[in-house]
């Protein structure tokens, strides 16, 4: 059986996508192991948020190579859909796969053998073209979850790159995102119960934009009834909105969370800071 | 125009959550040194935050990236000043966050318990959690609560700048 270890760096967003893509590989018989207990495959979740999301990468490649210089190492997300070329061409990395590539680790995965070049092989499409949705959550930590309700974000704010690292916003269906918190109720049932889930995504407040046919996308459902409808949900015991734009927030959002069952009274907002901001 | 409308509105969403939920934690997302931020700009933004009852800052310090609109705005910050800015808004915070625990002594509230054993030599022997509106929360460590939710007392604030508990009915917080 062959071991495979994970290193996330940057958000909840990439741990939760980190967390599911972990268990995809253990349901296909790789096992999971830590970082340092000589994996056979490391994967490297990237982040091109974090200041010197570059040097980091290095590092941990580097790292990799001391903890075992025959393993295959796999760079992945947000820094590796910017930079793939750059990427490729750091000692020891065997493969790059970019926002839409990782999702398809499974698939890759079985290929993965050391080229004798060295060569590194680029899996990598232009962020236009990425309009498919994933869903994923955490079970790293028993207390809480971090449940992916949204991708990609369509604000072109002056500062930022995620736009172009994770591509236009789109999401899950409330339907999917509410079956997917009874799983996680369900699990709970176990000695691993999770109390908590917190609701995760580049711009969550935008929840609804469902892709139609790869040609545009459509809103459908809204923040709103998800959370409603989350609300429902017996077994969690708590929700918490991690983080939403104050121009999405709405007196309906408020005032529901006000009296709802399960969201707690705490909200993110960013301002950030007077010039950096493009509102729509 | 823009900038006059983008405070007006937040300045309202937190007073609507604040109408309705009187004890919520609300956190803000922060850029300290974006390129064109003036010192005058950097004291508006400043002010505004001190006046606004919100209860922690999240203090990002600006970084170029490639492809970005931010790239072509002056004047651009210097790195000393983004760092000193960084800190005067990390200050804030402590005292927003201060103020915001302050308010919640007396009160009663759910703590959901965590697996972490408190970090630094002072909280050893000791666990944490959260209440609802994002209090963190002390307790001395009993394997009994991790994970359980838990109806506390909010008694007080150490110097670490945690809240001390005491189950209702039952003493936990020492």
């Not at chain 1, 979850?145 to 690292?165: E, N, R, W």
């Not at chain 2, 110097?159 to 009915?169: D, F, H, S």
Request: aromatic share 8%.
């Amino acid at each position: 059986m062959k071991k495979v270890a994970f290193y996330t760096l940057g958000c909840k967003l990439n741990f939760s996508e980190t967390s599911t893509i972990g268990r995809m590989l253990e349901a296909q018989g790789y096992e999971r192991v830590e970082f340092n207990q000589r994996p056979d495959i490391f994967i490297i979740n990237t982040c091109s948020v974090t200041d010197n999301a570059d040097k980091k990468c290095r590092k941990i490649v580097r790292e990799a190579q001391k903890i075992n210089p025959d393993g295959y190492v796999a760079v992945l997300g947000c820094y590796a859909q910017l930079k793939p070329q750059e990427i490729a061409t750091i000692p020891g990395v065997d493969a790059v796969l970019g926002a839409a590539e990782k999702f398809r680790l499974h698939e890759l995965i079985d290929t993965f053998e050391k080229a004798p070049t060295g060569q590194a092989r680029v899996f990598n499409s232009n962020i236009e073209t990425v309009i498919d949705y994933h869903a994923s959550y955490s079970l790293n930590d028993r207390t809480r979850t971090f449940l992916k309700v949204q991708d990609g974000c369509d604000y072109p704010c002056s500062y930022c790159t995620i736009p172009l690292a994770r591509g236009k916003s789109r999401s899950d269906t409330v339907a999917n995102v509410v079956r997917a918190a009874h799983e996680i109720a369900w699990r709970g049932r176990s000695a691993a119960a999770v109390k908590e889930i917190v609701l995760t995504g580049v711009n969550i407040g935008d929840f609804g934009l469902v892709d139609e046919f790869g040609l545009a996308t459509r809103k459908c459902e809204s923040f709103l009834d998800l959370i409603q409808a989350l609300d429902e949900v017996e077994g969690i015991e708590r929700f918490r909105i991690s983080s939403i734009e104050p121009n999405l927030l709405t007196d309906e959002i408020i005032t529901f969370v006000a009296q709802s069952k399960r969201f707690v009274p705490h909200f993110h907002v960013p301002l950030q800071s007077e010039p950096t901001r493009c509102w729509p | 125009m823009r900038r006059r409308y983008k405070r007006e509105l937040y300045a309202e969403r937190v007073a609507k959550i604040k109408e309705l939920m009187p004890h919520a934690c609300i956190g803000v997302d922060v850029i300290v040194g974006h390129p064109g931020e003036t010192e005058a700009l950097f004291r508006e933004t400043y002010e505004f935050l001190n006046q606004m009852p919100v209860s922690y800052l999240h203090v990002f310090t600006y970084s170029e990236r490639p492809n970005t609109h931010a790239l072509t705005i002056r004047p651009v910050v210097s790195g000393s000043a983004r760092a000193e800015r960084s800190k005067i808004l990390h200050i804030l915070s402590d005292k927003k966050r201060r103020a915001f625990y302050e308010s919640q002594v007396g009160r009663e509230a759910t703590v959901l318990f965590e697996e972490d054993v408190a970090a630094g030599a002072t909280l050893a022997g000791m666990m944490q959690g959260f209440t609802e509106n994002y209090v963190r929360v002390i307790a001395k460590y009993d394997p009994l609560l991790i994970n359980e939710t838990m109806p506390v007392l909010l008694t007080g604030i150490t110097a670490e700048g945690l809240m001390e508990v005491e189950e209702v009915g039952v003493l936990v917080g020492h």
